[in-house]
């Protein structure tokens, strides 16, 4: 196996730089160096920050299965999304919509083939059974690991040159070479030889409102609704409109998180899950065979 860089694209062309990949060319074809050390641990610390956030932001919910706009919100303000229950039926109301959800949310059995009334199910929260103090634990720990841990990923990227992988040139930006792409997604036709290795101006429009939409606006909402944070830093209050905007925000960034993942995941699925999964663990990401037929 013989290892060289990568020939032939530039940072004008959005391409992968020459100096900083590496290829390796074997029997079962060619490899490119994709994801760096950095990178990877980012991503793999950030998939279980998220997962333990987003459980442990479920049982908190279930202190207060209701969202708010404004300042203020308490059991007689309205709600524009409530989980709760009538009797034994569990529901889900947005709005005006209400839609039944037993034995999904609002009521469901626990473990012990008991009916729960609660928001979130069991297996959907940490902890598993209902515990407020010991949920802002977890949340409240892993909220400073997400936070240093996307500002140190921000600040190398914005500085090393990961940047160019993800900053989308000129030519991606023209309404054709979007639709383009586009097309190619909902027809399921994934680049291959040269270009799988770079992130496509889907990939790159869609990670940039992840890392400068998503999980910015996530974290500062998450400071909007501490108290002490609000002494120190009112003008996040004045930024998101009170602390129950910043909790209604917080939980929109948070399933906007929810739904990249889903469609992060079914993507790597169908561009081929071995390949996509080995070149976060390894870094190296085999490139598919150009069809010449």
Do not use: C
């Not at 270009?195 to 500062?220: C, D, M, S």
Request: charged share 15%.
């Amino acid at each position: 196996m013989s290892a060289a860089p990568i020939a032939g694209y530039s940072e004008s062309e959005g391409g992968l730089a020459e100096e900083k990949d590496l290829r390796e060319t074997g029997k079962h074809g060619e490899t490119v160096y994709r994801h760096s050390t950095g990178t990877r641990l980012w991503h793999w610390t950030t998939v279980a920050t998220f997962v333990i956030m987003l459980m442990s932001g479920l049982m908190i919910f279930n202190a207060h299965p209701r969202l708010y706009w404004g300042q203020y919100g308490a059991n007689p303000d309205y709600a524009w999304l409530e989980i709760g229950n009538e009797d034994a039926r569990g529901y889900l109301r947005v709005g005006n919509v209400d839609v039944t959800t037993t034995g999904v949310l609002g009521v469901w059995t626990s473990r012990d083939g008991e009916l729960q009334a609660q928001a979130f199910p069991w297996w959907a929260t940490i902890p598993s059974t209902y515990s407020l103090a010991r949920a802002r634990l977890w949340h409240l720990t892993f909220a400073w690991v997400l936070a240093v841990g996307m500002f140190v990923y921000l600040v190398g990227s914005a500085l090393g040159p990961h940047r160019r992988d993800l900053l989308p040139v000129n030519r991606e930006l023209s309404p054709g070479h979007v639709w383009q792409d586009i097309k190619n997604h909902a027809r399921l036709r994934f680049p291959k030889g040269e270009a799988a290795a770079r992130y496509n101006i889907l990939q790159k429009l869609t990670y940039l409102a992840v890392l400068l939409v998503l999980f910015p606006g996530i974290i500062l909402t998450g400071f909007t609704m501490s108290p002490n944070l609000n002494a120190k830093l009112p003008i996040l209050l004045d930024l998101f409109g009170g602390r129950q905007s910043a909790r209604s925000l917080h939980f929109i960034f948070a399933f906007g998180l929810v739904g990249f993942v889903a469609i992060h995941l079914i993507m790597v699925v169908l561009a081929g899950p071995i390949n996509e999964i080995r070149s976060m663990v390894t870094g190296w990401f085999r490139l598919p065979k150009e069809d010449r037929s």
